[in-house]
Every structure is written in C-alpha cells, then in structure tokens.
C-alpha cells in the first residue's frame, strides 16, 4: 500500500534543486504527492481532504507533497475545516485563554474522533513534512462573515471566539518540516468596517520545527485596522524559520504585520531572500523574543503607509513602529543573547500623511530594562537606509533602542559591535543610534565609514558619542535614562580602498580624503 511505514535509519526527501531535509530514526512514511493526475484512492492516503481542497494529516512522519492550485474562499463552512481551539492570548490584564478559529490549508493536526471541529489534545502529531509546489490561494470575506456574529470585536469583548486565524501550512506537533517551493496568496478582502481581529500565517510550526520558505508569499487586499498577518511563524524552541524566496505585504489597511516572528528560544530565524511591505500598522522584517540567532544576509524594504480615508489604526500612540529587525527583552531570556546581525539590505520608509507618532529604525531594541541583565551587541555588515516625506517629523534611526516603563530606574544595556554607515552630520540628521533609555556600551566597537556621493573631501563631522547616539529628550510621559561607557576604546575606519580616514581624537571629528595616485 501506498501509505506502508517504513522504519529507517536515515531517509532523504529532496525538495527543491537547494532544498534537503535528513531524517534520523524516525517512521516515515512514503511520500505521498497530491496532484491533479493523482490516481490514489482516498482509503490508500496518510491524510484526508475536506470538500473545499484543505488537507489534514494525523499521522505521524507523513510526508505530503502538493502539487496542485488549490484555492479557499469558505463561502460553505460545512464544507471546510474549521477547527476551534483555545489559545493564549494577551490581554490589558495579561495572559488569558481563549477560544479562537483556525482555517488551515494544509495542515498536522489530531482532530478529535467526537468532535471534528476540535483538536484532540491527547495526541500529537510529530516528524511530519508538508510542502506546497502549487498555488495556494486564501480568501477572508466569506469566513469573516460567516462568524462575524460570534467573534470579538470593538463593541463586543465578552464574545465566544476571540479571533480568526487563516493557516497555509502548519503543523503543532515536534519536529516538523513545512517548505513553500510554491506560491501562497492570501486576499484580505472582508468588509474594512469589521472591528473583529482577522489573523493569517501562511507557515506556521512548533518544537523543533524547520520553515522554509522558497516560493512566493503575497499577502494583499483592503484589510481592516485588526489585520493581522505572519509570514513564517515559530511558537517552539530549537526551531528554523527561513526565508530564501519572496515575501510581499501590500494591504490597505493592517494592525499588526510579521514576515518572520519566533515568540520562543534556540531558534535560527533567517531571511536570505526578499521581503517587502508597503502598507499600514505596525510592521517588522523579523522579529525575536527570545535567545535567538537572527540574522538577515537578503533585502529587507519596509514603508510605512497612511491609513485609509474614513478608516482608523487601533494602535496605542506610543507602540506605533516600523524596522527591518525587532528585539523585544522578557524575562525568558538567556543572559548572553547572540547579536542581531545584518549582512544584506534594510531600508525603511514612511511616507507622507501617515500618523506623526509613527517611528522607523533598520534595528529595533523595544522594551529594555536592566531588570533581566542581557548583554546584547548590534551588528551591522551590509546596509540601513531610513527616510521620511512630508513636513512631519518622525524618529528614524539605523537603530533604535527603547523603553516605554517609566518604572525602571536605570537603562537597558546594549553592546556595539561593527558597524557600517555612511559619513554624514550625525549631530544633525539623529539617525545613526537613537536612544530612549539605554546604556550603550563603545568600548571595542567599529564603526566603518563610507563615502556619500555628495560629501566633499575632507569635510569634518562630529563621532562624538552624543552626536551618534542621539539621546531623546524626556517627554514627561517617559523617564528616559541614557548614558555610555567604553568610548574612549571605540575605532573608525573606512572600508573603502580609495579612501583614506582622518579621525581626530582628541576634537572627536571625522574626514574622508580620496587618495592621490
């Protein structure tokens, strides 16, 4: 039979021309490829297939393989999986459980025998390997009126579901694999009037999982000011989230946007392809919450659109940001994190008429306290370009660095190690490092300069630790601390090879010269 297990020591699925992904003692299962020409029968399958084209496996160690365009819209529930279940969720007053919808598309889920629109939470669903080579295409608007009624919104907090969150791949159980060679639309195309939170991952996994992306993610539509949208999504530790394709976020209106988000530890989070959003709300390249790597060797461009006429941005004034990376300290960090590194492109953008307490940085350090003793460093060998329009004036930094509890008493401690920027009037343009609550620590950083098109030969600029680190004033909403240690060990130098450096110490200044041959 086709679905006959088969118990190996090491077993290789090859899954694109730079994709392999290895097995150890683990039952597999052989592959089993959805196609339009497929001729299995449904009884020979490791996974079902509701009547709207979704497919679920519970059988640990499958591998499924699609290969057809599969398109969901939810305009007959009866037809789908619809799958309810309680998750955590943040509140004003913390953590609480909660009933939420989940849509998925392809998916490792147990479904309870009794009851199939609930998870069986007494087994899991572990070493399964899902992966799209077709075209998978999700729509909103008949789903979001469909449960309307039912789910949380602006007038109604005390409603049975808290949300609805539209899946491509995903998998809860350990040690998954979840690859898109393929391509994955999501349309938010509901009504922009619905206060009620719609969510989507297209790719989302636990423990161990490793999410990679390859193909092609676009995410598009009107949206709505409770749009919430994740690219790759990890909420377990020892995990992998890749990306070397495409992603695009171009939405009308959006909340909240993550094209790589981890919430957990000891977990690559990678982007060696494009990612690029131009829209509404808060929106962040990638993202980590805990000791992770992260690191970004492709292109990152983030704009920072206004809202729509007539529509509105539930964000709070003081949580309004858009970066390339997003760093946010918590209490389940390690004490040594590794650095946040980029080694590609990051540029960030916000345009004119979006709201004026909007802020923009290629780096972003939110939340930082002292309370939980982390020595992070910064590491900047590719590229970060900032820029704003319009006569408002936003907070735009390489890397920003913030505190928003006026409770602590002294700043968050960060680290610089090197760090490439262009040569221009730090102590007037502010957007080199911006501080808000910060101990930045100089002593063995590099900062390598390079020569803008426009500067004249041997025009000085001032390095001074206050003219790199622009500390923001106190606003009287938030205590700011900002200080320094370590500068008098700081180095500058070009890595230009026609360019040679004059750094003054003791007037703290810089100049560039292009060398006479």
């Given at each position: 039979m086709?679905?006959?297990?088969?118990?190996?020591?090491?077993?290789?699925?090859?899954?694109?021309?730079?994709?392999?992904?290895?097995?150890?003692?683990?039952?597999?299962?052989?592959?089993?490829?959805?196609?339009?020409?497929?001729?299995?029968?449904?009884?020979?399958?490791?996974?079902?297939?509701?009547?709207?084209?979704?497919?679920?496996?519970?059988?640990?160690?499958?591998?499924?393989?699609?290969?057809?365009?599969?398109?969901?819209?939810?305009?007959?529930?009866?037809?789908?999986?619809?799958?309810?279940?309680?998750?955590?969720?943040?509140?004003?007053?913390?953590?609480?459980?909660?009933?939420?919808?989940?849509?998925?598309?392809?998916?490792?889920?147990?479904?309870?025998?009794?009851?199939?629109?609930?998870?069986?939470?007494?087994?899991?669903?572990?070493?399964?390997?899902?992966?799209?080579?077709?075209?998978?295409?999700?729509?909103?608007?008949?789903?979001?009126?469909?449960y309307k009624e039912q789910l949380v919104d602006d007038d109604n907090e005390n409603r049975e579901f808290e949300y609805i969150r539209m899946?491509?791949?995903?998998?809860?159980?350990?040690?998954?694999?979840?690859?898109?060679?393929?391509?994955?639309?999501?349309?938010?195309?509901?009504?922009?009037?619905?206060?009620?939170?719609?969510?989507?991952?297209?790719?989302?996994?636990?423990?161990?999982?490793?999410?990679?992306?390859?193909?092609?993610?676009?995410?598009?539509?009107?949206?709505?000011?409770?749009?919430?949208?994740?690219?790759?999504?990890?909420?377990?530790?020892?995990?992998?989230?890749?990306?070397?394709?495409?992603?695009?976020?171009?939405?009308?209106?959006?909340?909240?946007?993550?094209?790589?988000?981890?919430?957990?530890?000891?977990?690559?989070?990678?982007?060696?392809g494009i990612m690029i959003a131009r829209q509404p709300g808060n929106t962040y390249g990638m993202t980590r919450y805990g000791t992770n790597n992260i690191v970004n060797n492709g292109y990152i461009s983030i704009t920072e659109t206004p809202v729509p006429n007539g529509q509105s941005c539930v964000l709070a004034d003081g949580s309004k940001f858009i970066c390339g990376i997003y760093e946010n300290e918590n209490k389940n960090r390690f004490s040594v994190t590794p650095p946040a590194i980029n080694r590609g492109t990051i540029e960030i953008n916000i345009e004119d008429g979006c709201d004026k307490v909007y802020q923009g940085y290629g780096m972003m350090f939110h939340e930082l306290s002292p309370e939980y003793d982390l020595s992070i460093s910064i590491v900047n060998d590719g590229v970060i370009k900032t820029s704003q329009s319009g006569s408002v004036h936003h907070d735009m930094a390489e890397a920003g660095f913030i505190t928003t509890d006026n409770s602590y008493t002294k700043p968050g401690v960060m680290y610089l190690g090197h760090w490439n920027t262009r040569l221009r009037d730090f102590s007037s343009t502010h957007d080199l490092f911006l501080a808000k609550g910060v101990e930045m620590h100089f002593g063995g950083g590099l900062i390598s300069l390079t020569k803008p098109s426009d500067y004249v030969d041997g025009t000085k600029y001032s390095v001074a630790p206050e003219a790199i680190m622009y500390c923001v004033p106190n606003s009287g909403k938030y205590d700011y601390i900002n200080t320094y240690k370590g500068y008098e060990t700081i180095e500058f130098d070009t890595n230009e090879k026609e360019i040679e450096i004059s750094w003054d110490t003791e007037n703290q200044t810089v100049s560039l010269n292009k060398i006479s041959i």
């Open positions: 086709l679905c006959a297990v088969l118990i190996v020591t090491v077993a290789f699925l090859s899954c694109s021309k730079d994709t392999e992904i290895e097995y150890r003692d683990v039952i597999v299962h052989d592959t089993v490829r959805i196609s339009d020409n497929s001729s299995t029968t449904p009884e020979d399958l490791p996974y079902t297939v509701s009547e709207s084209g979704q497919i679920n496996t519970e059988v640990s160690g499958a591998i499924i393989v699609n290969e057809k365009d599969v398109m969901i819209d939810y305009a007959d529930p009866e037809k789908c999986n619809i799958i309810k279940r309680k998750v955590s969720v943040l509140k004003s007053v913390g953590w609480r459980r909660k009933w939420v919808i989940d849509c998925p598309i392809m998916s490792a889920f147990a479904i309870d025998p009794n009851d199939k629109e609930h998870v069986d939470t007494t087994k899991t669903v572990d070493n399964v390997t899902l992966i799209n080579r077709g075209h998978i295409e999700i729509h909103t608007k008949n789903i979001v009126e469909c899946m491509g791949l995903v998998a809860s159980g350990k040690n998954c694999v979840l690859i898109n060679d393929g391509v994955i639309d999501v349309y938010f195309d509901h009504d922009p009037s619905v206060s009620c939170t719609v969510y989507c991952f297209t790719m989302a996994g636990d423990y161990g999982s490793n999410i990679i992306n390859n193909g092609t993610i676009n995410f598009k539509g009107n949206g709505s000011s409770r749009t919430r949208m994740r690219g790759i999504g990890v909420t377990g530790s020892h995990a992998t989230a890749s990306n070397r394709g495409t992603m695009n976020m171009q939405v009308e209106n959006a909340e909240d946007s993550r094209m790589i988000t981890a919430g957990s530890d000891t977990t690559n989070i990678l982007n060696d």
